[in-house]
């Protein structure tokens, strides 16, 4: 009966039901639907899904059951799934993603800030389909025309000198050239990152990431050294007008105007490992803008302009890893870098460049360009036509559908609503972002900062999951839910994911409660 009356909205009907699950077409078994209407109706809230006027196709691949015993047997052990019940989805439809059952979900993870114009956009669609029957792949040996146009518009996106571009398949890969590139033009090794950073999962890469669930027990980051990373939330510095951001710490500040204690402090660290753990030469630093896998994680304002100036006076070159904070992202601009008033030397890109196809790019200057091709660097399938035709479909999407803009306004208006959250619920401690680009962090007071545990997290991830809402998480102890879905977004699908997520938070205090 519950079931039958939910598949209304699915079909763009005029929802029936009050519920915040309304429009999710339920074909689960009698149990898995009542442990929903439970959950809904101990929240006794009146939020809506928004419709979404879109029909997936019907399922018709191997059983759920199948397709588990497949993975397990035939799919890499270390790639883990979210959820108790994994879930397994079918379609995507801008925000939306559909399980195999068709229930609908709006997708606040986005492949991890992956999908940046929408699940499958009919522009860029259009654009894939058009070049594959065109032209799949030819060897970057010869000239196509995909390759010029991508480049010509993407360089243009980019301030001088930031002109000459290197194409590849993954932001780990980019990163990977990033630093052979520093390393090649400055004739130096040592290349510094902060801790927190999440640079890729390469043999290379993983000696200037600094997550140690990304670590594996074999010597790698020869020449690599990390600096304090300026968190203010958790780190031992920070006050409440530190962040570039509508929402900053609830820390105290006794800042004078114009000065900044916590971006100081930070800034002496990285002296201190200047002076101690490197030569006197270096050949980079690289950091994000915004900390991603580490929780979307926000410098003091200043501290980024600083880093820069004194790396370049050892003799290094600046990378922004802009694998998840670029391409409109955070609202304010177009790359991380811009909110940081900072024009980096080299420039690596990656996930929303091609709303979830393989494809990366690292921007550089001419003059280090110019040293990497005293050998021959090539890359087979970096440049490929229907990639170049794809990023080039993105970069009109994004402008043609206005969604920088979009992420501005849809994020700004969830910061500061989730910002609220931090009076009511004593577990979240800190809530902070860009644009689209947000992160809550949950702890189990805010006077220690401890962070909240692991399976308590899971729980409130469940609960968002079981009312139509993904999210992700991040951080040093899996603490911080991460947002960052696709920028189209609306206002209305940011008060579902509001509703969803007090709801979420208000079971937690009940199950809390009954257990003292």
């Not at 191997?62 to 015993?69: A, R, S, T």
């Not at 879905?485 to 007090?502: M, R």
């Amino acid at each position: 009966m519950v079931a039958a009356r939910l598949r209304g909205p699915l079909l763009g009907q005029k929802p029936r039901l009050a519920w915040l699950w309304a429009g999710n077409r339920l074909g689960a078994a009698g149990g898995e639907v009542y442990r929903q209407q439970k959950l809904q109706n101990s929240c006794r809230l009146q939020s809506k899904m928004p419709p979404c006027g879109f029909l997936p196709e019907k399922y018709e691949s191997y059983p759920y059951e199948q397709m588990l015993k497949i993975r397990k047997q035939n799919v890499s052990p270390s790639l883990l799934t979210y959820y108790k019940k994994p879930l397994l989805i079918h379609q995507g439809h801008m925000q939306w993603v559909f399980d195999l059952e068709g229930r609908r979900y709006l997708d606040l993870f986005a492949g991890i800030a992956t999908v940046s114009v929408g699940h499958c956009h009919p522009k860029v669609t259009a654009a894939a389909q058009k070049q594959l029957g065109r032209l799949w792949h030819t060897s970057s040996l010869y000239a196509h025309a995909a390759i010029q146009e991508y480049g010509e518009k993407l360089a243009s996106l980019l301030p001088a000198p930031l002109k000459v571009i290197f194409l590849t398949n993954s932001g780990s890969e980019a990163n990977d050239l990033a630093m052979l590139m520093a390393r090649v033009f400055t004739r130096n090794f040592d290349i510094i990152g902060l801790r927190g950073g999440y640079h890729g999962s390469s043999a290379y890469t993983m000696g200037l990431s600094s997550i140690g669930c990304y670590k594996h027990g074999l010597a790698s980051g020869l020449g690599c050294q990390k600096t304090m990373l300026p968190d203010v939330f958790r780190g031992p510095w920070g006050g409440s007008h530190c962040r570039d951001s509508p929402v900053q710490t609830i820390r105290k500040c006794t800042c004078s105007a114009g000065t900044c204690l916590a971006k100081d402090q930070y800034i002496e660290q990285l002296k201190d490992t200047l002076t101690t753990c490197v030569p006197k030469a270096i050949a980079g630093f690289i950091a994000e803008p915004i900390q991603g896998v580490n929780g979307t994680v926000q410098y003091p304002k200043g501290f980024l302009k600083e880093a820069f100036q004194l790396v370049r006076e050892k003799g290094g070159v600046c990378i922004a890893d802009e694998v998840q904070t670029g391409f409109g992202r955070t609202g304010s601009h177009f790359w991380g870098f811009e909110g940081h008033d900072v024009v980096p030397d080299i420039v690596t890109m990656a996930k929303g460049i091609g709303n979830g196809f393989p494809m990366a790019a690292v921007v550089s200057t001419a003059e280090i360009a110019e040293a990497l091709a005293q050998t021959l660097h090539f890359n087979t399938f970096g440049g490929n036509p229907v990639a170049c035709a794809v990023g080039s479909a993105v970069l009109d999407a994004i402008a043609e559908d206005g969604l920088q803009k979009n992420s501005q306004e849809v994020g700004t208006r969830l910061l500061l609503e989730l910002a609220k959250l931090r009076d009511e619920f004593e577990i979240v401690g800190d809530v902070r972002g860009k644009g689209l680009m947000i992160g809550i962090e949950m702890v189990k007071n805010k006077e220690t900062r401890q962070p909240l545990p692991v399976e308590e997290i899971n729980q409130i991830m469940e609960d968002c999951k079981d009312m139509g809402v993904l999210i992700g998480r991040g951080g040093m102890f899996f603490q911080t839910f991460r947002i960052k879905p696709p920028l189209c977004i609306t206002k209305e699908d940011a008060d579902f994911a509001l509703g969803v997520f007090h709801a979420a938070l208000t079971r937690h205090r009940e199950r809390t409660a009954k257990a003292k």
